[in-house]
């Protein structure tokens, strides 16, 4: 029996479950989704370097993330309420959210850890939540770019190469997550710099 979601990387059509929530009917495969989103993401950045507000904003986060994904997903910039192998329980995000924005707040306000070591505890912490259905990788390295800027520091490197495909940058940079869950942020901080 043949898969008919199997083929090249790029031609493999998308599943029906992975087509709940398109906006653009003509996205049929996978690599016709990752163009629409990247073009969404690069407008949605735009949009984030015009502005200039407090990254500790559940309102600015859910904006951002609708902003970068808003053109491809109905559900963009809405609180993830299903589970998933990763994050919080969805009844528990937004209290874990709010919590961990006050505590990066705090950690702003005193100085508790160097710029890059914000930004990257910012990240982490994020992905820990996993607060939307999808996108949760790529909004949170942009929110912890722009925590940098606001920083006065130049924004991660993120390895230099694309971590949305499988390959050895994006195993280093999930084993430094990994190392992170474990409160060790030594990886973590020298990936994001490489």
Do not use: K
Not at 49 to 73: G, K, P, Q
Request: net charge positive; charged share 20%; proline share 5%.
């Amino acid at each position: 029996m043949t898969d008919i979601f199997a083929g090249p990387e790029g031609s493999t059509p998308l599943h029906p479950r992975d087509q709940r929530g398109l906006r653009q009917s003509w996205i049929t495969t996978r690599q016709e989704l990752n163009a629409a989103e990247q073009a969404n993401i690069l407008a949605g950045r735009a949009w984030a370097l015009r502005s200039r507000v407090a990254l500790t904003s559940e309102d600015y986060l859910r904006r951002l993330h609708r902003r970068m994904f808003d053109d491809v997903w109905s559900w963009a910039g809405q609180l993830r309420q299903v589970e998933t192998n990763i994050g919080a329980l969805p009844h528990e995000i937004p209290i874990r959210l709010r919590q961990f924005l006050d505590d990066v707040g705090y950690w702003r306000a005193n100085q508790t850890w160097p710029p890059d070591e914000l930004a990257a505890r910012f990240h982490h912490g994020l992905v820990l939540i996993h607060p939307f259905t999808n996108g949760n990788g790529r909004h949170t390295r942009l929110a912890a770019d722009l925590m940098c800027r606001q920083l006065g520091v130049a924004p991660f490197t993120w390895g230099r190469h694309s971590l949305d495909s499988a390959g050895a940058t994006r195993q280093a940079y999930l084993a430094a997550l990994h190392a992170a869950d474990n409160h060790d942020f030594a990886p973590l901080l020298a990936f994001v710099r490489s």
